[in-house]
Nanobody, 123 residues
Framework: QVQLVESGGGLVQAGGSLRLSCAAS????????MGWFRQAPGKERELVAA????????YYVDSVKGRFTISRDNAKNTVYLEMNSLKPEDTAIYYC????????????????WGQGTQVTVSS
């Protein structure tokens, strides 16, 4: 089992940047595919980005391509989401998630979840 703790959320003006971090417990972080989801009020949760165990395979939802970058440091048990050129529509609670089973990188099925961190982008 793995525990996930997100950090780095906050309030930023449109066009600004934030870097989210997700620290994982345990010694098997490199065996997990990691994902970042977000959920805005009144909307369904969506997968924003995902990264394979080695970091070679990466997925982004179309709305963040070219603006967000997911990365991981297996030595630090941490996955990151660098968010640039933020828009008001990026406002949401962002969740980190992990899974061990093998499936397609864009799958939204994950085993473990963090508590979420709020990102608010003002216009």
């Amino acid at each position: 089992q793995v525990q996930l703790v997100e950090s780095g959320g906050g309030l930023v003006q449109a066009g600004g940047s934030l870097r989210l971090s997700c620290a994982a417990s345990g010694r098997t972080f490199s065996t997990y595919t990691m994902g970042w989801f977000r959920q805005a009020p009144g909307k369904e949760r969506e997968l924003v980005a995902a990264i394979s165990r080695s970091g070679v395979i990466i997925y982004y939802v179309d709305s963040v391509k070219g603006r967000f970058t997911i990365s991981r440091d297996n030595a630090k048990n941490t996955v990151y989401l660098e968010m640039n050129s933020l828009k008001p529509e990026d406002t949401a609670i962002y969740y980190c998630a992990a899974r061990r089973f093998t499936t397609t990188i864009e799958s939204t099925v994950y085993d473990y979840w963090g508590q979420g961190t709020q990102v608010t982008v003002s216009s």
